[in-house]
């Protein structure tokens, strides 16, 4: 998508593009996932849920967590 709209990581443009691209939905109830912290800063501005990955099992992991905090409630 983002040489389509001439942005990329981490334009502020690409993630308010890819939100919109989700119609209704909340930026907190997004969780981005990138292994670049300059590219999570963002998405964090905006109210994204945000995971800095380092390897899969890391990520796998703290998705997981995720979606059990927010089963919790």
């Known amino acids: 998508?983002?040489?389509?709209?001439?942005?990329?990581?981490?334009?502020?443009?690409?993630?308010?593009l890819a939100l919109e691209q989700f119609g209704d939905v909340e930026p907190n109830q997004i969780v981005f996932l990138d292994d670049q912290e300059r590219c999570l800063a963002p998405a964090r501005e905006m109210g994204m849920q945000t995971i800095l990955v380092t390897d899969a099992s890391q990520a796998i992991s703290e998705v997981n967590s995720l979606l059990e905090r927010d089963h919790a409630h």
């Open 1 to 16: 998508m983002s040489y389509e709209v001439g942005y990329a990581k981490p334009d502020l443009e690409i993630y308010t």
